[in-house]
């Protein structure tokens, strides 16, 4: 709790690995600004990845389109992805797509559903949460709730070893 969203994201997702740190480890590490830009999310992750020998690495891209992020969460991938849930923005962990609602592991428990709307309630209310396809995609693809942006998101790619 101690932490930023986006090295809470990255601790859920190296642990998703095996990685045995919390996200405080990150922080005490790493500081809480490295991970606010995708290539620096990119790079703090990839290289705890490789330091701990896990078996993933993270695949960046800012210029994300909403098909694409739809199959890639609908396809069982782990995804974090950057978003306007507050009015600073936000950074959550995605885990499935049914077609009409977004599961997702989110840092400040269960967002409010609105543009930039924040949250109630307490971090460990945002395990596992569903949230609409509609407002989730105006929180990631758009900075105002209308006007598409492209979208930044890191999926986990699995290594071979």
């Known amino acids: 709790p101690g932490s930023s969203c986006q090295n809470t994201s990255v601790a ?3 642990a998703h690995l095996g990685w045995s740190g ?7 590490e790493w500081g809480k600004n490295y991970a606010q830009s995708p290539d620096g999310l990119n790079y703090m992750f ?5 330091e701990h020998w896990l078996p993933g690495r993270l695949w960046t891209t800012t210029s994300g389109e909403l098909e694409e992020f739809r199959s890639a969460a609908s396809g069982g991938n782990v ?3 950057h978003g306007y849930f507050t009015g600073y923005g936000h ?16 840092p400040a ?16 209310d945002g395990h596992g949460v569903l949230y609409s396809k509609e407002e989730f995609e105006a929180a990631i693809a758009t900075s105002d709730g209308q006007t598409f ?7 986990l790619r699995r290594l071979s070893r």
């Open 109 to 124: 428990g269960e967002w409010g559903g609105g543009f930039g709307s924040g949250y109630a309630g307490t971090p460990e």
């Open 12 to 14: 859920m997702v190296l």
């Open 79 to 81: 995804i974090i992805v």
């Open 149 to 155: 942006l492209p979208i930044w998101y890191h999926l």
């Open 46 to 50: 990839n290289t705890i990845a490789n």
């Open 91 to 106: 950074v959550v962990v995605v885990t499935g797509f049914d077609g009409d609602h977004y599961t997702v592991n989110d």
């Open 22 to 28: 919390r996200p405080d480890d990150i922080t005490r």
